[in-house]
């Protein structure tokens, strides 16, 4: 920990555009933060997201491998001879085993673009659309075997207008996110 100066060790797991990454990497530099971001994995070759990892000169691995036993091993290693001690995933599209996550051990946060347990899986805003919910949001919570169930961390709702197309309510969302998963963070490590 001395090694951190105080701030927790993060690792983050992506697997495309990466703007929340983004965000948390802002967050990460602000001198108060609580957070240092040591590692970052995509799972997908070419994501766009690790970009910003390579910018901020963090430690960084895009895997080619299509097989999850080969992901998650090789993902493993990592995070413990980085002594990473919170997992953030963030746009990562893989559904981690419960192998991986018992053998990890330490706490693993998700962000959701929905007001969970609503709308759990993908195509959070075309169900919300299609139901005419008067209210949509993001969701941080703890990762469990089961799908995006974990404890809720934090949540913001955002509005839904007659107006709104999914195109639309993904952009109001994806602003929530960026603004809210530093601080489910906080929240997170103060209540350690
Ligand atoms: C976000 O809406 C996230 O909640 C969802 O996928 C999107 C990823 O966006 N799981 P980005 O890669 O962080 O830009």
Excluded: W
Excluded at 15 to 25: A, P, Q
Excluded at 58 to 81: D, M, Q, V
């Amino acid at each position: 920990m001395e090694k951190f100066l105080g701030k927790k060790n993060i690792a983050v797991f992506i697997s495309g555009r990466g703007s929340n990454l983004k965000s948390l990497i802002k967050y990460s530099k602000k001198k108060n933060s609580l957070i240092k971001i040591s590692l970052v994995i995509s799972d997908t070759p070419l994501a766009k997201g690790i970009e910003y990892a390579k910018n901020s000169k963090i430690k960084n691995y895009c895997f080619k491998s299509k097989s999850k036993l080969k992901f998650e091993k090789k993902s493993l290693e990592l995070l413990k001879k980085n002594k990473v001690e919170i997992l953030c995933l963030a746009g990562f599209m893989r559904i981690l085993s419960e192998d991986f996550i018992k053998k990890f051990s330490n706490p693993i946060l998700n962000i959701h673009p929905s007001l969970l347990p609503k709308y759990k899986g993908l195509n959070t805003h075309t169900r919300a659309i299609k139901n005419r919910d008067k209210y949509s949001g993001a969701t941080i919570h703890r990762v469990t075997k089961k799908l995006d169930s974990g404890e809720i961390i934090y949540q913001k709702k955002v509005k839904i207008f007659k107006s709104d197309t999914v195109n639309s309510l993904e952009k109001k969302v994806l602003k929530v996110e960026h603004e809210i998963y530093p601080k489910a963070i906080v929240k997170f490590l103060s209540n350690l």
